[in-house]
């Protein structure tokens, strides 16, 4: 059984930063592209950042490019986000997913994590 876990949401002044965890079970992590989505509420979800399965190559909306860094260690299973001169736009539900696929669009993401909580004050 596949299982998603992320961690290290929390309230935050804008400016600040957050680095944001999955740890990953039930899947062999180094197959698969690991992302991170986001949703705002009243908003659709977004994909914010994906890694392809080497972990040597990146893709970033342009919302968080050049701010937000995504890396994944595949001894321990687990995928980051570090987020940084974060402004109350990026308060968002995250969360974390995998695809078994190399380029994936949006709707590829087999399988998802439950979700944690970023909020940015002003």
């Known amino acids: 059984q596949v299982q998603l876990v992320e961690s290290g949401g929390g309230l935050v002044q804008a400016g600040g930063s957050l680095r944001l965890s999955c740890a990953a079970s039930?899947?062999?992590?180094?197959?698969?592209?690991m992302g991170w989505f986001r949703q705002a509420p009243g908003k659709e979800r977004n994909l914010v950042t994906f890694?392809?399965?080497?972990?040597?190559?990146?893709n970033y909306a342009e919302s968080v490019r050049g701010r937000f860094t995504i890396s994944k260690d595949s001894a321990k299973n687990t995928l980051y986000l570090q987020m940084n001169s974060l402004t109350p736009m990026d308060t968002a539900v995250y969360y974390c997913?995998?695809?078994?696929?190399?380029?994936?669009?949006?709707?590829?993401?087999?399988?998802w994590g439950q979700g944690t909580q970023v909020t940015v004050s002003s």
């Open positions: 890694i392809n399965k080497e972990g040597s190559g990146a």
């Open positions: 039930g899947l062999t992590f180094s197959a698969y592209t």
């Open positions: 997913a995998a695809s078994d696929r190399t380029f994936p669009s949006q709707r590829q993401f087999n399988y």
